[in-house]
């Protein structure tokens, strides 16, 4: 390996991924560890932060095998956002990390979000905004609420980043890009109105700082022998990991990471409002609007799992079904949804279903429906950017398929730039952050631009797109015409448990 070296870290929602890379970018060597996602009621998606800190030990040994310790001048660490972890002041976690996914505390954020006019949160949060189940404030009044000596030992409610960087250095820091709805404008302190929502959150959050400010050296006694005097950096979350290693760096961007779920961003120099999606404050001029869907690549495991198959068997089995199968739409909505919909009640569904349908036609519409839901998120990006976004650079696992990336292309109508580093993007972004926090480049325009590479470009067919577009009308039409069916099955869901 080269004599300079930069470590990155992603705490994903299905695995850890641990990378090293030179100075200039390329992959050196990569590990991924997976963890579970424990299930133990309806609505509650719980994990371990221990498996988390084993996967990060793991691949670190693995990546850094025969690399000398001075070699490694900084680490990076992004991860999954709003999934939150309550520890002590010794960091012992008090309970299971509650994540993105969990959606016991929807009641909570109705009411919160009950308590402010439309008027009243564009004067505090600067536009539309909306409290959902995954929020900090949300999940800590839960928190105070259902469980009050787990509240009354709780020193910090921290993200995995943050905890990962405590384990590794000691110290505590978060930064404002992962306290979405929490943060002033410029993202350097807490906005009061939110935090005073629930008593005693103001001493439990940690210090803020800029995502590639350095936290400190690391200490953890299993990893300094291998990290040597490696800088750390505060991180931010794995959506901003993936916009920095997909090259959004200068305006009329736009990106899809097609993970556990999809992350869809484009920047711009202006902002507009645009209702589902999260503006963030501007970095050095540049604005970047994204939001988050609730099941991208988790939808295609779902299928998979309900078919008794592999998701390559799923793949190659929608490979072989016309576009548009038979005219079936699937929503993806298995646990709610996120941008732009932010609806913790609507619930998933496959629409045209009939006799002559094949599994087949229904695997392929999985990949389509996940595909029209990023090219909704999608519209409300551009909307808030102000202008059209000509192409899309596209990363994630779900890059890893031809078939998936080219009904992208063929969805959204434009074309999809496939990453190089599509498996580790976020990763190759957090190992940016951590290039900038060590003073290897001046900013992170410049590392982004000297790293980020495009594999493949993925053309849409207008024959293809013309036979989905019809399709796309009936997946925006079906939330709409079935929301009162969706809270009348939410209601009985509420009743017996399920």
């Not at 536009?127 to 709780?154: C, I, Q």
């Not at 094949?358 to 999608?378: F, I, K, T």
């Not at 190759?428 to 951590?434: I, N, Q, S, T, V």
Request: net charge negative; glycine share 10%.
């Amino acid at each position: 390996m080269g004599n300079e070296l930069v470590l990155g870290i992603d705490v994903g929602t299905t695995a850890v991924k641990v990378a090293v890379f030179t100075v200039g970018g390329p992959l050196v060597r990569a590990c991924a560890t997976e963890h579970v996602m424990t299930r133990p009621g309806p609505g509650l998606a719980e994990q371990d932060p221990g498996h988390w800190w084993q996967g990060c030990v793991r691949g670190i040994e693995a990546v850094l095998k025969d690399v000398a310790p001075e070699s490694v001048r900084a680490v990076g660490v992004v991860s999954q956002v709003n999934t939150h972890i309550f520890v002590d002041a010794n960091l012992r976690p008090l309970m299971p990390a509650i994540t993105w996914q969990d959606q016991r505390c929807a009641a909570v954020a109705r009411e919160l979000d009950g308590r402010f006019t439309a008027e009243e949160k564009a004067q505090i949060w600067g536009g539309p905004f909306t409290f959902d189940a995954s929020r900090l404030v949300s999940r800590a009044l839960w928190v105070a609420r259902h469980d009050r000596e787990v509240w009354r030992r709780t020193r910090w409610v921290l993200s995995p980043k943050d905890y990962i960087n405590a384990r590794l250095t000691g110290e505590i820091a978060t930064d404002g890009l992962s306290s979405v709805g929490l943060v002033d404008g410029d993202g350097t302190g807490y906005l009061a109105d939110a935090v005073r929502l629930v008593d005693g959150l103001a001493e439990r959050l940690p210090p803020l700082a800029g995502a590639a400010e350095p936290v400190g050296a690391v200490v953890a006694p299993e990893l300094v022998g291998l990290l040597g005097s490696a800088t750390v950096v505060v991180g931010t979350m794995d959506a901003f990991g993936d916009i920095y290693g997909s090259g959004l760096i200068t305006p009329g961007r736009a990106m899809i990471a097609c993970g556990t779920s999809l992350v869809v961003a484009g920047t711009s120099e202006h902002a507009c409002a645009s209702h589902g999606v999260v503006t963030f404050p501007p970095i050095d001029g540049l604005y970047v609007h994204a939001g988050p869907t609730q099941a991208g690549g988790e939808a295609l495991r779902w299928w998979s799992r309900t078919c008794a198959r592999t998701v390559q068997q799923v793949v190659t089995e929608a490979a072989a079904a016309a576009p548009g199968g038979s005219g079936v739409v699937f929503t993806p909505y298995l646990m709610g949804e996120r941008a732009p919909l932010w609806d913790a009640t609507v619930r998933g569904s496959f629409l045209g279903l009939s006799a002559t349908t094949s599994r087949a036609e229904l695997s392929r519409a999985v990949l389509e429906g996940v595909a029209m839901s990023g090219r909704q998120v999608l519209a409300a990006v551009e909307t808030a950017c102000g202008t059209p976004l000509a192409s899309v650079t596209f990363s994630g696992g779900g890059a890893n398929s031809d078939l998936w990336s080219q009904i992208f292309a063929d969805v959204l109508r434009r074309p999809v730039q496939r990453l190089e580093t599509r498996d580790y993007s976020a990763v190759l972004g957090a190992a940016l952050l951590a290039s900038v926090g060590a003073a290897i480049y001046p900013d992170i325009a410049t590392a982004t631009d000297r790293a980020v590479t495009i594999d493949r470009v993925f053309t849409p067919d207008n024959e293809r797109a013309d036979l989905l577009d019809p399709l796309f009308e009936v997946y925006l039409d079906s939330y709409q015409a079935l929301r009162n069916v969706h809270a009348k099955l939410a209601d009985w869901r509420a009743h017996h448990n399920d």
